[in-house]
């Protein structure tokens, strides 16, 4: 490891000093004046070239005294010279658009060209993150938005986790600037949960794979979030505040842009929103965190600029759950013959942990086609968990006959009680060193390749026990304690081509491979995707992809319910195979797209686990298969001119067959006569039925004056009593059902300094907001008590109802 850091440190810091010559910068655009990506600038009658990047923008070293010749070339469009002459180290913005030719594409008009790059990838879709911060939610988080997404889904709004296409919430990537994210490992509840890692005011774009994604995103089953933040050019910020807590962002730039730095701070408090949970109580929930993100351009004067950059993320998260629960009190059965639970506290619950994060990303182009970046990150937590409470219960008939007693309890069905004790800390620490490589091998083919190596050290340390007593009688309902250690390396490899065929046609291929050193496995995963626009109609596009996926065990898929570790324990397998389509259109004269996708997924090698509230219970052994199958569609464009919405859809199956369990065979009688294996049942993330609406509105006359509406429907999940594999996911649960509404004014104040160093407040936003508009009563998961004649209730557990919040950001 040493030996391979030290060839690429020797690699990329020595750089030699250019002389001093003019420079020509500029951006490079198409008719409709949209950034052209990849275009070639160089100089006429020489092998001088550079190629823009994502935002149209290039910079060229050009010689002096004479005049030379700029010459632009982009596939499609026609070819554009430019005679200049400059001064021994004049510096000169040149913007130029380029035309579109339309013999070359037939027929191609700009809009299919235009959006020909982000309809390439399969299962992509591209959101803009400025969207996340005024859209109505709990604690502004930014999955909110992606819950809106067909697919995707969360019945849970107390939790940044959520599930893509049957996958659960240890199976999706999470990149920040090229750095994976990891979820803590001991949350059990979703009000446990502190701020999701991503800070809305720092992101720059954001893109999301539900599947088929391409080799160099890594392995994983189900979906690939990859956030990139900002580099802000010049000073501004922003402060937020509302009912559930605030944060602070700044963002700068040095004089010569060559420095620029971006800080977050956030803190929640879910105080407010946890007050409507059933269970009463001394709640202090307190969540905070901290992030930076600094962008160094290291080039020499007079050379290319950002040829060599070191990008520098740093963040800490601090989240404290702390709780003294007093009584619950639910009503539940059917209305004619309703169950009321009355339970009692005592004792205390302490959630806590600590994360340290920094990443660092040295990049440099040794040519104007290659391009190499080093990427050292690492992850360093602490989590515990305390527990010491006492719970004494009483189930009874509620009186459903209107009279003087309507509402009360009519006869007691069961007294019991339940004791838990935990003192569980974890500590887990990832470091990770990974090259990343970029050849543009011509204008229609490039090539990325990387190699990764991780080293992941986790000390679990497992006590806790619980027993119950019920008619007087004690037993025991678990007991663990033991003490946990890993200490191994994985290796990660990728190579992927992208080859643009012609100006419709883009194939991308490749093969990624991972080796992990505890259970000695290594998998190859090829993949492919493809995607054409139509000749005939440059607004229809098509695309498909078909890929191997792995996702080898981390920490929780090992370890099982007796806290054990199954050292042997092999990755999961999936094979994903996409087909879907794009049409553009336009309807009351404004821009729309139709995206829609049918997939299928089967597994083998599954690990299979249970769903409890957040926590993923893994029965940590390869012993079951399982397949996927849906259709997603989406529209999306301004139904409101100047406000972008969508509606999406999306229609899932997913069903697994686990080795070994069997269910109960009655006779007429209902007497058991035997057992029989279940073969496939509904996977603990079991949704038909999704649907998510994003929607802004605003007044025809008045544009600050705002309506966001965010909306949500997901079929109900399975469940069954735990570890009881002849009931497991036996039962149907109830649909979630949620709509969070926000009104705004936003009022511009200027933009302009007031006084040197002195920066006027440009804008305040402030919202009122309606969370689940509609008071749903949406349950999130299920406890299991047992009355006299020893038969079990389901009794759920509810998220809160209706709550108001006020929200403001002022802007800077």
């Known amino acids: 490891m040493l030996r391979f850091l030290a060839v690429w440190f020797v690699l990329l810091f020595p750089l030699g000093v250019a002389a001093q010559q003019a420079l020509v910068s500029g951006t490079i655009t198409g008719p409709d004046n949209q950034p052209l990506e990849f275009a070639t600038v160089g100089l006429k009658g020489t092998s001088i070239a550079r190629q823009t990047d994502a935002k149209g923008y290039y910079s060229l070293q050009v010689p002096t005294g004479q005049e030379v010749t700029i010459v632009i070339r ?79 889904t969360s019945s849970n709004e107390l939790s940044s986790t959520y599930s893509v296409r049957g996958g659960n919430y240890d199976e999706n990537l999470i990149y920040v600037n090229g750095i994976e994210i990891y979820r803590p490992f001991l949350v059990t509840n979703a009000q446990q949960e502190g701020l999701s890692f991503v800070n809305p005011d720092l992101a720059g774009s954001l893109e999301f794979s539900s599947g ?13 979030l990859n956030i990139e933040y900002k580099r802000p050019t010049a000073f501004a910020g922003s402060v937020t505040g509302s009912l559930t807590g605030g944060a602070l962002h700044l963002e700068s730039a040095s004089k010569n842009k060559k420095v620029s730095y971006l800080l977050g701070l956030r803190h929640k408090d879910g105080r407010y929103i946890l007050s409507g949970l059933q269970v ?119 009186n459903t006959n209107r009279g003087a007693n309507y509402g009360e309890c009519l006869q007691q069905r069961g007294v019991g009680s339940q004791f838990d004790h935990a003192r569980n800390t974890l500590l887990a620490q990832v470091l990770t060193f990974e090259s990343r490589n970029k050849w543009q091998l011509g204008r229609r083919s490039n090539v990325v390749a990387g190699v990764k190596v991780g080293q992941e050290r986790i000390d679990d340390k497992l006590s806790e026990y619980g027993f119950t007593d019920s008619a007087d009688f004690v037993s025991p309902a678990y007991y663990l304690n033991t003490s946990l250690n890993l200490n191994t390396l ?4 990728y190579l992927q081509h992208t080859y643009q065929i012609d100006s419709l046609k883009t194939l991308t291929y490749g093969i990624r491979a991972s080796y992990w050193e505890l259970n000695r496995e290594l998998t190859i995963t090829p993949r492919v995707q493809y995607s054409f626009i139509t000749r005939r109609n440059p607004n229809l596009s098509f695309k498909g992809a078909v890929g191997l996926y ?23 397998r999936s094979i994903h195979a996409i087909a879907g389509s794009d049409y553009l259109f336009k309807a009351w004269g404004r821009d729309f797209k139709l995206t829609s996708e049918v997939y299928y997924k089967y597994l083998t090698n599954v690990i299979p686990y249970d769903l409890d509230n957040v926590r993923l219970r893994y029965l940590a052994e390869n012993n079951a298969k399982a397949y996927a199958a849906g259709f997603d569609v989406r529209v999306n464009g301004e139904f409101i001119k100047g406000a972008e919405s969508w509606l999406s859809l999306g229609l899932m199956t997913t069903k697994e067959n686990l080795q070994g369990d069997s269910t109960f065979v009655f006779d007429n009688a209902g007497n058991i006569t035997g057992k029989t294996p279940r073969g496939y049942i509904p996977r603990p993330t079991n949704q038909l039925v999704n649907i998510g609406v994003f929607f802004q509105d605003h007044l025809p006359d008045n544009p600050t004056i705002r309506m966001n509406l965010n909306l949500l429907y997901a079929s109900g999940l399975p469940f069954g009593p ?91």
């Open 212 to 224: 088929g994604w391409q080799p160099k995103f890594g392995d994983k089953l189900s979906s690939v």
């Open 722 to 812: 735990p570890r009881d594999l002849a009931y497991r996911n036996f039962f149907k649960g109830r649909s979630y059902k949620r709509v969070d509404i926000g009104f705004s004014k936003l009022i511009m104040l200027g933009d302009e300094l007031t006084a040197r160093n002195q920066v006027s407040l440009e804008s305040l936003w402030i919202g009122l907001e309606f969370l689940n508009l509609i008071d749903a009563r949406n349950r999130v998961s299920y406890s299991y008590v047992s009355d006299v004649n020893n038969l079990t209730y389901a009794v759920p557990n509810y998220l809160p109802g209706r709550r108001v919040n006020l929200r403001f950001i002022a802007r800077f």
């Open 280 to 398: 009463e109580g001394q709640y202090q929930p307190t969540f905070s965190d901290a992030q930076a993100y600094v962008h160094i351009d290291l080039t020499k004067e007079g050379q290319q600029r950002e040829r060599t950059t070191l990008g520098v993320l740093a963040s800490y998260a601090q989240n404290n759950f702390t709780i003294e629960p007093e009584s619950r009190e639910t009503t539940f059965g059917t209305r004619q013959a309703p169950l009321r639970l009355f339970v009692g506290y005592d004792g205390r619950e302490l959630m806590d942990y600590q994360t340290y994060q920094i990443g660092l990303n040295l990049a440099h182009a040794f040519t104007t086609s290659f391009l190499s970046e080093f990427i050292v990150s690492g992850v360093y937590s602490q989590e515990r968990e305390f527990r010491d409470i006492e719970a004494g219960y009483r189930l009874c008939d509620v």
């Open 550 to 572: 792995y996702q080898p065990p981390f920490y929780r898929e090992l370890r099982n319910y007796e806290g054990e570790l199954n050292l042997e324990l092999k990755a999961q």
């Open 74 to 152: 982009f596939l499609g469009y026609k070819e554009r010279e430019q005679a200049i002459q400059l001064l021994p180290g004049e510096r000169r913005t040149l913007n130029m658009a380029l035309e579109l030719d339309n013999r070359q594409l037939k027929g191609v008009d700009v809009q299919g060209r235009r959006d020909a790059n982000s309809r390439e990838e399969v299962s992509m879709t591209k959101l803009d993150p400025k969207l996340i911060k005024e859209l109505p939610s709990a604690f502004g988080d930014f999955n909110q938005i992606l819950l809106t997404l067909p697919g995707v």
């Open 490 to 493: 994985r290796y990660n490899a």
